[in-house]
Nanobody, 120 residues
Framework: HVQLAEPGGGLVQPGEPLRLSCVAP????????IGWDRQAPGKQRDLVAR???????NYVDSLKGRFTISRDNTKNTVYLQMNSLKPEDTAVYYC??????????????WGQGTQVTVSS
């Protein structure tokens, strides 16, 4: 019932920007926590960024301010703006959304993943 679409991935050159989108047409982004994880070749899947229902954002230290996560409630969309991309940013990026269902309990949904390749 709940499906997350992740347009925006692709091939970019080092130093260029790229914006990923996480779209949940049938869900309430405003009341959910949405995050982005990534899995680089030969590595485990790790957190990239997340935004809470209250608008608070968190990023891994290694990003050093290059990535920005934002939310547009009217479009049920969360964006991941990636600037100054580096080859080491190459990975499959996964959107995830935690939807509250009451009593402090939430249900988590995942996107299928989108490939981001940074190469010259």
């Amino acid at each position: 019932h709940v499906q997350l679409a992740e347009p925006g991935g692709g091939l970019v050159q080092p130093g260029e920007p790229l914006r990923l989108s996480c779209v949940a047409p049938g869900s309430s982004v405003s009341s959910s926590r949405i995050g982005w994880d990534r899995q680089a070749p030969g590595k485990q899947r790790d957190l990239v960024a997340r935004i809470t229902s209250g608008g608070s954002t968190n990023y891994v230290d290694s990003l050093k301010g290059r990535f920005t996560i934002s939310r547009d409630n009217t479009k049920n969309t969360v964006y991941l703006q990636m600037n100054s991309l580096k080859p080491e940013d190459t990975a499959v990026y996964y959107c995830n959304m935690s939807v509250p269902i009451g009593s402090g309990v939430s249900r988590t949904y995942w996107g299928q993943g989108t490939q981001v390749t940074v190469s010259s």
